[in-house]
């Protein structure tokens, strides 16, 4: 066994180097496809000329670019799997859950790599090319099918990998709570019973698909929840799911090809690049040290009132989000650079804490947001229209913040010490150093707004300019680059495995018929659309309390989307409404993840104390709310100014 083990270990060590310069070739070539982009823009701005048919060149190499991050995913276990009942779990069920989740993850790869693969036979064949430039499809295909290849074989590394560490856990050990083993058992029992019912009986299971389609909706939303707690992958499991419950109606085969044809049709978006373009802007504006200047350039702006440095994190939060998209990630930064300055300078750890909890949530609400584009691509609207319906929402959020640190310091003014005014070269400096930061902002979100450039090219005149400020900064180094490349691989593969499996689920959600029968049961109640909406609202504070945004609209946008354009409400509000909801979950106690981040960043701190402290920022967040239900404009105006 202790061989077995070394070479297992040395075969993951290859795995990971291998698909690691695989990644680093694919993000170096997404990055090299936004610097062409870039030019063609200039080229078009200055000298009224561009490359013509140019985004079928870009689709195709963003397409397998995307694509080739799939093993390195894979490799790292970037997955998203639901940890609610984590601490609940002993650690030999727990290993064998990885087991578990690494099997599937590998037949979800391994049959989109099997029937991509087939794709590209065919059209091969057939002589598919794109319209303009008649490039053939097939070599893009044959990519995209060999690197699904790639991310299942890791996937198979990963299970021998965890099937020897299941082996190794000591028996004795800490035992499982009673609900998590009612979870497994019950999700265990059912996949055999549907396993045995379609081989046994193939024609049975059809038929009772095709003649309740509700039951089965419901079933299949049944296991979903199942395989959510019992901490199996989200994408493997909505894959899993949709492929299984379509195939009772369009056959097995077609099953397959739906889910490979999906895929493959949506890396071959023209905005596919728009994500990953996006995550190399924000990894590259971290490198260059962007936080910091936005945090100063805060201190410099608002340390004139009481309370300035709570004022300053706010701010300094909001522009962080505008260009790193990541709740999480704005919290983690800016928990690391306000907290011990605001400790040193004696605030109330209820109000410091609380700060940089509420005001990461501005880093997933302020444009370019990850999360709102992971909601455009999934409901085909409009990435640049969603981009501007959150701007003032967002500054909403921003005002409403500020005037709880006001009454916070009013209330209470041990809570924060007294106002520091900075000098006029202070101040100059301050500005000077975020210049930079806030024309890239400008530049970026400005061109999308005015018409210049699409979202695509916002997003690789985002990426380039950020690299750019890094590289005159001197902040490039090897290790920086390879962190800038890891960090946008793991998002990558993450988010677009949720995507394809999201695809699939929301197949055979509308296959079943599911969004008719719900808006048919809505129909029939006797309440206005705002009551219904306002319903879907504490549905999703919930569902946010608990749960990653992107795994809460993989879940949930399949049923929810038609509902929301039969109630007659446009999908921008809805969007940006949704956002902004599944973001409070993330400080709402006792499960919101800021809490707990901020609680790892500084141990000092009882949790209690963070959970007190936020309750007025949560308050501040319900009042947005209202004014966003209230007033619609707030999402719809400056989208309809658009040129």
């Known amino acids: 066994m202790g ?19 695989i990644s680093m070739v694919a993000i170096t070539g997404i990055l090299v496809g936004a610097i062409v982009v870039v030019a063609d823009v200039l080229g078009r701005w200055l000298f009224g000329t561009a490359v013509y048919a140019l985004n079928e060149i870009m689709s195709l190499t963003f397409a397998m670019a995307v694509a080739a991050t799939m093993p390195a995913g894979a490799a790292h276990r970037v997955n998203l799997r639901i940890d609610l009942l984590a601490q609940l779990t002993g650690p030999r069920l727990s290993a064998w859950l990885s087991v578990a989740a690494s099997l599937v993850m590998g037949l979800v790869f391994a049959l989109l790599a099997y029937s991509i693969w087939g794709l590209a036979q065919r059209y091969g064949a057939q002589g598919r090319a794109t319209s303009l430039l008649r490039l053939p499809l097939s070599p893009a295909y044959t990519v995209i099918a060999l690197a699904m290849a790639a991310a299942a074989l890791v996937q198979g590394i990963n299970t021998l990998a965890d099937i020897r560490a299941a082996l190794r856990v ?9 609900a998590v083993l009612v979870v497994v058992t019950v999700l265990a029992a059912a996949l055999a019973a549907l396993t045995a019912w379609i081989l046994t009986d193939m024609t049975g299971y059809a038929n009772f698909a095709m003649m309740q389609p509700g039951p089965v909706v419901l079933i299949g ?9 019992a901490q199996l992958p989200l994408a493997a499991v909505t894959a899993g799911i949709g492929i299984v419950g379509s195939l009772a109606v369009i056959g097995p085969q077609a099953s397959v090809n739906t889910f490979a044809g999906d895929s493959a049709s949506f890396l071959l978006n023209d905005q596919v690049a728009t994500l990953p373009l996006f995550l190399i802007m924000g990894a590259f504006s971290v490198v260059a040290g962007v936080s910091g200047d936005l945090f100063h350039l805060g201190h410099a702006l608002l340390g004139r009132f009481r309370g300035g440095l709570a004022y300053a994190t706010i701010a300094g939060c909001a522009g962080f989000g505008a260009v790193s998209g990541n709740s999480i990630v704005t919290s983690a930064t800016f928990g690391r650079m306000a907290l011990p300055e605001m400790e040193k300078l004696g605030y109330a750890p209820t109000l410091s804490t609380a700060t940089v909890a509420a005001g990461g949530t501005l880093g997933a609400l302020v444009p370019p947001s990850g999360v709102i584009i992971l909601f455009a691509l999934l409901t085909e609207e409009s990435i640049g229209a969603l981009f501007v319906a959150a701007m003032l929402p967002a500054l909403l959020a921003i005002l409403l913040y500020f005037a709880t640190v006001f009454i916070v310091v009013s209330r209470n003014p041990d809570a924060a010490p007294a106002a520091t005014s900075a000098g006029r070269a202070e101040v100059a400096q301050a500005f000077l150093r975020a210049g930079p930061v806030v024309a890239m902002f400008a530049v970026v979100i400005g061109g999308l707004y005015g018409g210049v450039f699409s979202v695509t090219e916002s997003a690789a005149v985002g990426a380039v300019a950020a690299f750019a400020l890094a590289l005159m900064r001197g902040r490039l180094t090897r290790a920086t680059l390879l962190q800038v490349f890891a960090e946008t691989t793991g998002t990558v593969a993450m988010i677009y495995a949720l995507i394809f499996g999201g695809l699939m689920f929301a197949f055979f959600v509308n296959l079943g018929g599911a ?29 946010g309390a608990v749960m990653d945004s992107f795994g809460v609209m993989v879940i949930t946008l399949p049923v929810v989307t038609p509902i929301i354009l039969d109630l007659g409400y446009d999908m921008l509000f809805w969007g940006v409404l949704m956002l902004v909801v599944v973001e409070i979950g993330m400080i709402t106690p006792p499960f919101g993840m800021n809490l707990f981040i901020i609680r790892n960043i500084d141990p000092d701190v009882r949790l209690g104390t963070v959970m007190r402290g936020v309750m007025p920022f949560v308050a501040a967040d319900i009042v947005k709310i209202v004014l966003l239900v209230a007033f619609p404009a707030l999402s719809l105006w400056l989208p309809s100014t658009m040129n």
């Not at 077995?4 to 075969?11: I, K």
């Not at 029939?524 to 919930?542: E, F, G």
């Open 515 to 543: 969004p008719d029968m719900v808006g048919a049961w809505i129909a029939h109640i006797d309440a206005r659309p705002v009551v219904v909406l306002v319903v879907l609202i504490v549905i999703y504070l919930a569902l």
């Open 170 to 178: 000591p028996a004795g050990g800490k035992r499982s709570h009673p």
């Open 221 to 229: 939303f049944a296991l979903l929840w199942l395989g959510v707690f």
């Open 3 to 21: 061989g077995t083990g070394a070479e297992l270990t040395r075969t993951e060590r290859a795995a990971r180097k291998v698909t690691g310069a």
